[in-house]
């Protein structure tokens, strides 16, 4: 008989509807410009490590399909932030400086 350790996650059917609702318009309740993984942590009152754990893909988290629903998520967050930074860096509504700073955690480069 096996018995699990450690304390219970926090990724609950709750938690994953307040994520996608950070994703579409929650983030700016919380004054963002732009969604990003920090905002996430601030509007779910979790640390970054523990969003990253969520959407690790391994084994244990293979059988929990909300694991991979968030991991979806997390990943529209970061899509959204890329086409929110190259639309806004283009019209000039944000700082070329800071938008290519943020677009090279896109994989973006100045070559």
């Not at 219970?8 to 919380?30: D, R, T, V």
């Not at 969003?51 to 959204?80: H, S, V």
């Amino acid at each position: 008989m096996s018995r699990e350790v450690g304390r219970p996650s926090l990724l609950n059917e709750e938690m994953l509807e307040k994520a996608k609702h950070y994703m579409i318009e929650g983030y700016k309740e919380i004054e963002n410009i732009v969604p990003s993984v920090a905002g996430l942590c601030c509007y779910l009152g979790v640390s970054k490590s523990t969003i990253y754990e969520w959407a690790k893909d391994t084994p244990e988290n293979r059988l929990n399909p909300l694991c991979a629903e968030f991991r979806d998520t997390l990943e529209g967050i970061q899509l959204m932030q890329e086409s929110m930074l190259i639309s806004g860096g283009l019209s000039q509504q944000f700082s070329g400086t800071i938008t290519k700073l943020m677009l090279a955690n896109h994989g973006y480069s100045d070559k």
